[in-house]
């Protein structure tokens, strides 16, 4: 029998019916070729995955770096040690006048005990009302005065950059430092019943040396206070440089009494 018209064939057997198609006549393996050509072209690649998304940290404001201050601690420090500090923080922002004068009464303490115990001869005692009127200066004085000193300037000069972190430890040098000094020598030598003249001889005999050394001593304690340090914790960094400080002040104010006469003659 003979094959079907249009039929590829091979040794008798049918391989592939062909369909002719009108006005193909001229090319019947047109199609063919056009389906093998089509079938051999490559396939386009997948279309790329969609990004993934990032989540952006967010850098903590001032409101909340106690908070992430408080964290890190509790990383590196434990539970203990994260507890105590979240709950410094949390009083410093509750409560920031008294736990910044607790704080400056606790170190005006220990730095006179300190000062005392260098300075006293084997047979002496402590003075312990010296040490109460210490605790009284930072209690009344010290605390409250770093409190408004510290955010007066952070308003004056809000920027934490080396120009303004500069004007600042100026104004600290030139205006609070001799106000406060003369407060101090003020505050004690009152408590310890000098008169007037009296307190103004002391003046003249110790606030000079007493200032010239703070420009040895706060320069830097300033620069990485007032650069580094977010503004509430300012008065507590400056509280802690100043347990050095406070050992020799409280030795100054410990001196005696200074001649009234040689003071007026001067």
Same mark, same amino acid.
């Given at each position: 029998?003979?094959?079907?018209a249009?039929a ?13 198609v009108p ?6 393996w ?7 050509i089509?079938?051999? *072209? ?5 279309p790329p995955?969609?990004? %993934?998304? /990032? ?16 964290q890190h ?9 994260s507890?105590? %500090?979240?709950? #410094?923080l949390g009083?410093i @922002?509750?409560?920031p ?10 170190i005006?303490?220990v ?5 005392? +115990?260098?300075t006293?001869?084997? @047979? ?5 009302v ?6 009284s =200066? ?19 000069l809000p *920027?934490?950059? /080396?120009?303004?972190?500069?004007k600042? +430890? ?5 205006? #609070? ?5 003369? %407060?101090?020598f003020? #505050?004690?030598?009152?408590? $310890?019943? @000098?008169?007037?003249p @009296?307190?103004?001889?002391r003046?003249?005999r ?5 200032? *010239?050394?703070?420009?040895i001593?706060?320069?830097l ?5 007032? *650069?580094?340090?977010?503004v509430?914790? $300012?008065?507590? /960094? ?5 347990f050095l ?5 409280? =030795? +100054?104010a ?7 006469? /040689?003071?007026?003659?001067?």
């Amino acid at each position: 029998m003979a094959p079907a018209a249009g039929a590829l064939h091979a040794g008798g057997r049918h391989l592939l019916p062909l369909r002719r198609v009108p006005g193909a006549a001229a090319q019947p393996w047109s199609h063919v070729r056009s389906h093998l050509i089509s079938s051999s *072209k490559p396939r386009p690649p997948p279309p790329p995955p969609p990004p %993934v998304s /990032v989540p952006v940290p967010v850098l903590p404001s001032s409101s909340s770096s106690s908070a992430a201050f408080a964290q890190h601690a509790g990383r590196r420090g434990g539970a203990v040690g994260s507890g105590v %500090v979240a709950w #410094y923080l949390g009083s410093i @922002e509750a409560r920031p006048v008294l736990t910044k004068s607790v704080t400056a009464a606790a170190i005006f303490t220990v730095a006179d005990l300190s000062s005392q +115990m260098i300075t006293l001869g084997s @047979e002496d005692s402590l003075d312990l009302v010296r040490t109460m009127r210490m605790a009284s =200066y930072g209690l009344l004085i010290s605390g409250p005065s770093l409190h408004l000193w510290f955010n007066f300037i952070s308003k004056l000069l809000p *920027k934490q950059d /080396v120009v303004n972190t500069f004007k600042k +430890m100026f104004l600290g040098q030139a205006v #609070y430092g001799p106000i406060i000094n003369s %407060v101090f020598f003020s #505050y004690n030598a009152g408590l $310890q019943g @000098e008169t007037m003249p @009296e307190i103004i001889a002391r003046l003249k005999r110790d606030l000079i040396p007493t200032i *010239k050394s703070g420009l040895i001593y706060w320069p830097l304690c300033d620069f990485i206070t007032f *650069k580094f340090i977010p503004v509430h914790l $300012q008065p507590l /960094v400056s509280n802690s440089f100043s347990f050095l400080w406070t050992i020799y002040i409280t =030795y +100054m104010a410990s001196l005696k009494k200074a001649d009234v006469n /040689v003071a007026t003659s001067s």
